[in-house]
């Protein structure tokens, strides 16, 4: 896998920004007419369009805490797709810790369009049930 790769940059950028919750930098990221696809039957889930309604949620998943970390990429020049860990550091023992895949589709530079796909869909929908 080539590290140099523009759609990794991109995505690399992305963690980045989120780690650090810049929403502003995130938007610079997206593409206007994005799509993010959120599997599940939790209130969070459903898919988002344009940046307004992508930047909503993850406003809505910083209530939580919700952090992100790469594990693996890889790329074309159309596609990333990346596993990586997520949790949750909201008090008490009841925090999400799971895995996700998420396949990012790349257009002229921005990230046009994401599908989530989480380690244990019901462990995702239990927590933001109960917590959401």
């Given at each position: 896998?080539e ?13 980045q920004?989120?780690?650090?919750n ?9 593409s206007?007419?994005?799509q993010?696809?959120i599997p599940g039957?939790?209130?969070?889930s459903?898919?988002?369009q344009g ?5 909503t ?6 209530t939580?805490?919700?952090?992100a970390q790469p ?13 990586h860990?997520?949790?949750?550091n909201?008090p008490g ?9 998420l ?9 046009k ?8 869909q ?6 933001f049930m109960?917590?959401g």
């Amino acid at each position: 896998m080539e590290s140099s790769h523009p759609n990794l940059q991109l995505i690399h950028n992305f963690f980045q920004a989120y780690a650090a919750n810049n929403l502003e930098a995130i938007e610079q990221i997206l593409s206007p007419d994005i799509q993010w696809v959120i599997p599940g039957r939790h209130p969070f889930s459903g898919v988002k369009q344009g940046t307004g309604e992508v930047l909503t949620y993850f406003k809505q998943l910083g209530t939580f805490a919700f952090q992100a970390q790469p594990i693996v990429m890889g790329v074309n020049d159309r596609y990333v797709i990346d596993c990586h860990l997520n949790w949750s550091n909201l008090p008490g023992d009841d925090n999400l810790h799971n895995m996700s895949c998420l396949l990012w589709e790349i257009e002229a530079g921005k990230i046009k369009r994401v599908y989530n796909f989480p380690q244990d869909q019901h462990v995702v929908d239990a927590f933001f049930m109960t917590k959401g």
